[in-house]
């Protein structure tokens, strides 16, 4: 489980890194910046923090490979599909976000909507998901 979450923790291999900025314009949502910028330190201080407890690693560990494979499925299509920022913002919440908070919360309280929102941009950071179809 180790080895997986470290996967997520280093940028992807084979992908061009350009940061959480860079993938934010990238995908012409540089109106999200402020947020992200914010919300990535908070989850990457986090795992920091925390980085000697099994247990958090595998909650990380879990809701990294999911927010990774629910964007995958879900979210990029949209953007191929040139669907409106207000409609690829409710169905990151809807299939990601809020799912994820239910599932998790109920093992570990402190896991917030805003956690998960920072781990979908430190994975944007990390060249795991691409805003862009």
Same mark, same amino acid.
């Given at each position: ?5 470290? =996967?997520?923790?280093? /940028?992807? /291999?084979?992908?061009? %890194? #350009?940061?959480? =900025? ?11 910046? &402020? ?8 989850? $990457? ?13 595998? %909650? ?26 207000? @409609? %690829? ?8 976000? =809020? /799912? ?5 919360? &109920?093992?570990? $309280? $402190?896991?917030?909507?805003?956690? %998960?929102?920072?781990? #979908? ?7 795991? @998901?691409?805003?862009?179809?």
């Amino acid at each position: 489980m180790l080895d997986e979450l470290q =996967e997520y923790l280093l /940028p992807r /291999p084979g992908r061009k %890194i #350009i940061g959480l =900025e860079g993938k934010l314009r990238e995908g012409d949502r540089l109106d999200l910046l &402020e947020d992200a910028l914010f919300l990535e330190n908070k989850f $990457a201080r986090r795992v920091s923090k925390n980085q000697f407890s099994s247990s958090e690693e595998v %909650i990380y560990c879990h809701c990294l490979s999911k927010i990774n494979s629910s964007f995958s499925h879900y979210i990029k299509p949209l953007f191929k599909n040139t669907v409106s920022t207000a @409609i %690829i913002e409710r169905m990151i919440f809807d299939r990601i976000v =809020e /799912p994820l908070y239910e599932e998790v919360s &109920e093992v570990n $309280a $402190a896991v917030s909507f805003d956690l %998960i929102r920072g781990m #979908i941009f430190f994975l944007t950071g990390k060249c795991h @998901i691409r805003w862009v179809g």
